[in-house]
């Protein structure tokens, strides 16, 4: 009989080309720092010949919190296509490494795998270029019910939203996982990608979502404020749990009328914070789904990303389970 899963992440199934950079070249390369744009495979092909010395690491943002979720010792599956070339080889390899499942076929034909190209300036903001390729061809087809049946949580990326087969497989998964008595939680990625999406994630949101997963310039997008308190208000009756993050502010959890603000946790040193966000909802949802309340989810969604930003990467680097072990939250 196939193991009971926590969560279940359908994403974008991406290798991170990661290379530190001074801000200036990104005036130079046209990029405005702390994007996320979508490129051809041209343009990706221009940035990569000006960047410099590169890491290649497997990422995409749900897929990133599903590694997180098995570093905390949590049961977690993973839905994104790549092509079988060499760098799907490496994502499917990468990802079943740290033990998430992953079954999702491998395209034979079409784009290449999806790569990001990832920029850190020396203040550990990144600026991201990707470039979708085998990523568009995700459709319904992929989503499996069985693994959906047996997942506590399933876990939709916003960026999804963008390739329209990609958001069928979004829309099959979220009425699986009620079909089945679970729950559907969303990230909604990045500020421009809410900006393009804004009226359909807000009836996503309404029709679908449990649990949102936005950060500041995310949730103040999808509310059409440049107030934080009143998109938290504008969002807290949307859906069951409202998790919204604010850097070094710390997080704001809002749920059954109830707030609860659990602060960042202190690092000697940023690095990089390509994946900061990922690991937050990946300490979250593991406490969602192992009974922790709402204050020690995001506490543990804090220490989880506290630990990712020291480092260059979007996946942890050491056992999360016994770094929260030594927080005495194991």
Same mark, same amino acid.
């Given at each position: $009989? ?12 991406i ?6 950079? #001074? ?24 940035? !990569? &010949?000006? $960047? ?19 570093s ?20 499917a ?8 499942e992953f ?15 990832v ?5 550990? &903001? ?8 085998a ?12 693994l959906i ?5 399933? !876990? ?6 963008d390739p329209?087969?990609a958001?069928?497989?979004m829309?099959?998964a ?7 008595g679970q ?12 900006a ?9 949101? #309404? ?17 059409e404020?440049?107030?934080f308190?009143?998109a ?24 059954h009328?109830?707030?609860? &603000? ?11 914070t ?7 909802a ?9 009974? !922790?309340?709402?204050?020690?989810s ?5 220490i989880?990303a506290?630990?990712?930003i020291s ?10 389970? #016994? ?7 194991g």
């Open positions: $009989m196939s193991r009971l899963l926590d969560v279940t992440g359908v994403g974008n199934a290798v991170d080309v990661l290379a530190r950079t #001074e801000e200036a070249a990104l005036q130079s390369l046209g990029l405005q720092k702390g994007s996320m744009a979508l490129i051809d495979a041209a343009r990706a092909d221009s940035l !990569y &010949e000006q $960047m410099g010395p590169a890491i290649e690491v497997s990422g995409g943002s749900v897929a990133n919190s599903m590694a997180g979720i098995a905390l010792g949590g049961a977690a599956a993973y839905i994104g296509k790549v092509k079988g070339d060499q760098l799907g080889d490496v994502f390899h990468d990802i079943r490494s740290v033990g998430v079954d999702t076929k491998k395209a034979l034909g079409g784009p290449a795998t999806a790569r990001c190209l920029l850190v300036t020396p203040d550990g &903001e990144r600026t991201l270029n990707t470039y979708l390729g990523c568009v061809e995700l459709g319904p087809e992929d989503i499996d019910e069985s049946a047996r997942s506590k949580v399933v !876990y939709l990326e916003g960026y999804l939203w329209p087969r958001k069928e497989a829309l099959k979220a009425n699986l996982a009620h079909k089945h729950r559907v939680a969303l990230s909604l990625s990045d500020g421009f990608c809410v393009r999406h804004r009226s359909e994630f807000a009836r996503l949101i #309404e029709d679908h979502v449990d649990i949102l997963f936005a950060n500041e310039s995310e949730v103040t997008s999808l509310t404020t440049d107030d308190e009143q938290a208000a504008a969002v807290k009756d949307r859906c069951e749990v409202a998790v919204l993050t604010r850097g070094g502010k710390g997080a704001v959890i809002l749920t009328g109830e707030r609860f &603000e659990v602060p960042a946790e202190r690092i000697e040193q940023l690095v990089d390509t994946g900061a966000g990922d690991l937050f990946a300490g979250f949802l593991y406490g969602f789904t192992h009974g !922790y309340g709402p204050a020690d995001a506490r543990l969604g804090a989880a506290a630990e990712v480092h260059l990467g979007a996946r942890p680097a050491t056992s999360l389970r #016994e770094l929260i072990t030594s927080r005495g939250l």
